[in-house]
């Protein structure tokens, strides 16, 4: 039975250990960034971003590129999802590839995290600069406290140069200019160096003389106090007495040498300014979704009423970021990323102009690959079938109005 017992105690410790080894050896490759694996109802159903413009593609060490836009709080806020009363805008990059100069949200500075309200429309820009050459794919992107990373689109962008020339400086309140790439590393390499040095003086000290095997006898023979002796407690007390004079000492000269400095800032933003979307007077009510499973394309039964007075023409659909564009009505011009633009991904049975006053029911069809590589077809695992995007229609004159839809969306098998 013990036999039994150790043999199978051996095989299950060499299973652990090919495990373990197995999952060391384990890489996975990345070649998403996070937002495709994220559940579609909730990339749907959080923020929509929409007019974004990336002011560059290729940028050189130092320089600058900004990512402007707006996006839209959507109001049928997932529950899994805190509210965006904490929330921080960020960008999506590979770490500090750009350093952030500058972000806003209506206007203002957003360093810290700011509170959001549902079914509001903000308007962000955000001011990077290049640091690290290579190639890069930029998102911007959200993080709500309680509910986790809300990605946008993603662009690439090429930053050139060496990083050896990046600099980043800063003019303080004191008048000083400084380059926070390397301002005080110097100082921090010291002060570790320094202790930890003498953390090992003191090692050594004691590790001159024979450690473990004589001192572990000597204590058994009870001489334990043989094994210090006055001269040890005096370089002890040195150390104990040297390490309070050189903290109170240097503490002392620093706060000369940096007489002003102030508590680190934080604290939530309130009150972010939205922007007033102008009244819509385009009615659009979803009578039902569906989408074909497998698939690449979702259709809409909806009925259009325009109640302005100039005839009106669907011109895109926009769902977590991939735009389905109907290239008769509407074109890009802002470079948006390839993989999320279906420049003719847009079908309307029906897109006549609709007259003033006029009401039309058509099918619409959004079909694009973007909808099986950005992983929108993978709703059918999700717990909740709804859908939400944002329609844009035009004018006449090119003016251009945004609705929200929102409704369930029923897969179809064969
Ligand atoms: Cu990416």
């Known amino acids: 039975m013990k036999i039994l017992k150790d043999k199978v105690a051996k095989l299950s410790f060499v299973a652990l250990l090919i495990t ?53 709080v959507f109001t049928g806020w997932p529950e899994t999802v805190d509210k965006p009363e904490i929330s921080f805008l960020n960008i999506g990059i ?7 100069a500058g972000s806003w949200i209506g206007g203002q500075l957003v360093p810290r995290s700011v ?33 986790g990373p809300i990605i946008g689109p ?15 400086p800063v003019t303080t309140l004191t008048g000083e200019t400084v380059d926070l790439e390397t301002y005080n590393l110097g100082n921090t390499y010291f002060w570790h160096g320094l202790w930890y040095a003498i953390g090992l003086v003191w090692m050594a000290y004691w590790i001159r003389k024979p450690l473990f ?10 001489k334990a106090d043989s094994l210090i002796s006055g001269a040890d407690r005096k370089v002890a007390m040195g150390f104990a007495a040297g390490t309070i004079i050189i903290v109170a000492m240097s503490m002392a000269s620093t706060n000369e040498k940096f007489p002003i400095t102030t508590p680190l800032q934080a604290g939530l933003l ?18 039902d979704a569906t989408y074909r499973v497998p698939g690449r394309a979702m259709q809409m039964t909806m009925t259009i009423t325009n109640n302005g007075d100039s005839s009106i023409r669907l011109g895109e659909f926009n769902t977590a970021g991939v735009r389905f564009m109907d290239a008769d009505v509407s074109v890009d011009e802002s470079g948006y990323p390839d993989d999320l633009l279906a420049e003719e991904g847009l079908t309307v049975s029906d897109n006549s102009p609709i007259a003033p006053g006029q009401s039309r029911t058509v099918q619409v069809t959004a079909s694009d690959a973007a909808w099986e590589v950005y992983r929108l077809a993978d709703l059918i695992y999700d717990p909740d079938s709804r859908f939400a995007g944002l329609l844009f229609f035009y004018d006449e004159a090119g003016n251009r109005q945004m609705i929200t839809i929102d409704a369930p969306l029923i897969p179809s098998f064969i």
Do not use: C
């Open 20 to 72: 373990v080894t197995a999952a060391m050896f384990y890489v996975p490759t990345a070649s998403a960034h996070g937002e495709k694996s994220q559940a579609a109802f909730m990339r749907m159903r959080t923020i929509h971003w929409f007019d974004l413009n990336w002011s560059k593609e290729e940028v050189a060490v130092n320089d600058t590129m900004t990512i402007s836009g707006k996006f839209f």
């Open 213 to 222: 095997v004589p001192r572990s006898i000597a204590v058994e023979a009870g």
């Open 115 to 147: 509170s959001l309200e549902l079914g509001e429309t903000y308007e962000f820009k955000v001011l990077l600069k290049a640091r690290r050459p290579g190639d890069w794919h930029v998102h911007t992107m959200l993080n709500v406290k309680g509910g």
């Open 94 to 100: 590979p770490g500090p590839v750009f350093i952030r």
């Open 270 to 287: 309130r009150g972010i300014k939205s922007i007033d979307m102008p009244a819509t007077t385009v009615k659009v009510k979803i009578e």
């Open 154 to 168: 993603g662009k690439w962008v090429t930053i050139t140069g060496s990083m050896a020339s990046f600099v980043n």
